[in-house]
């Protein structure tokens, strides 16, 4: 298995770096386990021989754009960016449009393609997912769906395998990414590596999701958190909630969920969560005191939501 890191000046180099360790350790692990693994061959590819990532580190260079045909594995690394301006920016750069070029005239190949965390944006733009289905990082959900409407998000999974390409979450999801890709080469072999990296199962990313940091721009989805922050603390109608914000619940449930990928009822339970989780930190109040702050008769219905959302409740 021959796999191309594409590494774009910026980037997110941990992210590269990731991959590059947990394939190249799968790499000489292969003999002691099996010696009919096929070898994986990586490489580090970009638009210049040194890339420069986010934080100043110099990454050596490889292969070039020109030999992506020569892969069996394509992956598309973060850009390295925290804020949607600056992504837009990276997407717009002269090395960035040479890749999206040079991943449009290969995306007939045969090769696998991936990314991960913002990386995914870059396949978007390119084109190669649409009508897929694809991850990218929870906190960019909004812009993703705004840009790329033709692309079916799934925020909740951490890895989303589709047949035009492998993509993961947010940004140190690209081990998760490698995990998956290495998989396919060889299940047994990805089982030797995690043990000995001592990399957990992560299926989902929900549990890291945080509604107050996603940036939304739609004014009845804002009316909406704005309206089910303010009546958290006892249950909440969402046929009242839509006519208080001056919309029918038809267009309550599109709205809020082409801008947050999740029902009313669903943003409803993560705020609740989120709050659940802040009131048990800050304060020395019991699973049962909280649960009443939030909108819950009993402790018990608070526990189960903690507990599908990754929370670990404290004991009444």
């Not at 909406?224 to 969402?238: G, M, T």
């Not at 009313?264 to 930190?281: F, G, K, T």
């Given at each position: 298995m021959r796999v191309g890191l594409l590494a774009m000046e910026g980037c997110f180099g941990a992210g590269v770096v990731s991959i590059l360790?947990?394939?190249?350790?799968?790499?000489?692990?292969?003999?002691?386990?099996?010696?009919?693994?096929?070898?994986?061959?990586?490489?580090?590819?970009?638009?210049?021989?040194?890339?420069?990532?986010?934080?100043?580190?110099?990454?050596?260079?490889?292969?070039?754009?020109?030999?992506?045909?020569?892969?069996d594995v394509v992956v598309v690394g973060a850009l390295g960016c925290l804020s949607v301006d600056d992504l837009l920016a990276a997407l717009?750069?002269?090395?960035?449009?040479?890749?999206?070029?040079?991943?449009?005239?290969?995306?007939?190949?045969?090769?696998?393609?991936?990314?991960?965390?913002?990386g995914s944006f870059a396949l978007a733009e390119a084109g190669i997912l649409d009508g897929g289905r694809a991850t990218t990082t929870w906190w960019l959900g909004p812009a993703f769906r705004a840009r790329y409407p033709a692309v079916d998000l799934d925020?909740?999974?951490?890895?989303?395998?589709?047949?035009?390409?492998?993509?993961?979450?947010?940004?140190?999801?690209?081990v998760d990414l490698a995990?998956?890709?290495?998989?396919?080469?060889?299940?047994?072999?990805?089982?030797?590596?995690?043990?000995?990296?001592?990399?957990?199962?992560?299926?989902s990313q929900s549990t890291y999701l945080a509604l107050e940091h996603l940036p939304?721009?739609?004014?009845?989805?804002?009316a909406f958190e704005a309206y089910a922050r303010e009546h958290l603390h006892r249950p909440i109608d969402i046929g009242a909630a839509a006519r208080a914000i001056g919309v029918?619940?038809?267009?309550?449930?599109?709205?809020?969920?082409?801008?947050?990928?999740?029902?009313?009822?669903?943003?409803?339970q993560r705020l609740r969560v989120e709050r659940a989780r802040h009131l048990l930190r800050t304060t020395g109040e019991s699973v049962d005191q909280v649960a009443a702050r939030v909108g819950y008769a009993s402790g018990s219905t608070l526990r189960a939501l903690l507990r599908r959302h990754g929370g670990r409740p404290a004991a009444t």
């Amino acid at each position: 298995m021959r796999v191309g890191l594409l590494a774009m000046e910026g980037c997110f180099g941990a992210g590269v770096v990731s991959i590059l360790d947990l394939l190249r350790t799968a790499d000489a692990l292969r003999d002691g386990l099996d010696p009919s693994i096929p070898p994986i061959d990586v490489h580090i590819v970009g638009a210049r021989r040194r890339v420069r990532t986010s934080t100043g580190v110099i990454l050596p260079v490889s292969g070039s754009l020109r030999e992506l045909d020569g892969f069996d594995v394509v992956v598309v690394g973060a850009l390295g960016c925290l804020s949607v301006d600056d992504l837009l920016a990276a997407l717009a750069a002269p090395d960035t449009a040479r890749l999206l070029a040079a991943l449009r005239a290969g995306r007939q190949g045969e090769a696998t393609l991936g990314a991960a965390c913002t990386g995914s944006f870059a396949l978007a733009e390119a084109g190669i997912l649409d009508g897929g289905r694809a991850t990218t990082t929870w906190w960019l959900g909004p812009a993703f769906r705004a840009r790329y409407p033709a692309v079916d998000l799934d925020l909740a999974a951490m890895v989303v395998a589709d047949p035009r390409a492998m993509t993961a979450g947010a940004a140190f999801a690209h081990v998760d990414l490698a995990l998956a890709l290495l998989r396919r080469h060889s299940p047994a072999l990805a089982d030797r590596v995690s043990r000995l990296l001592v990399i957990d199962d992560r299926t989902s990313q929900s549990t890291y999701l945080a509604l107050e940091h996603l940036p939304l721009d739609d004014p009845v989805a804002l009316a909406f958190e704005a309206y089910a922050r303010e009546h958290l603390h006892r249950p909440i109608d969402i046929g009242a909630a839509a006519r208080a914000i001056g919309v029918s619940r038809r267009t309550l449930e599109r709205r809020v969920g082409g801008q947050l990928g999740h029902s009313p009822i669903a943003v409803v339970q993560r705020l609740r969560v989120e709050r659940a989780r802040h009131l048990l930190r800050t304060t020395g109040e019991s699973v049962d005191q909280v649960a009443a702050r939030v909108g819950y008769a009993s402790g018990s219905t608070l526990r189960a939501l903690l507990r599908r959302h990754g929370g670990r409740p404290a004991a009444t």
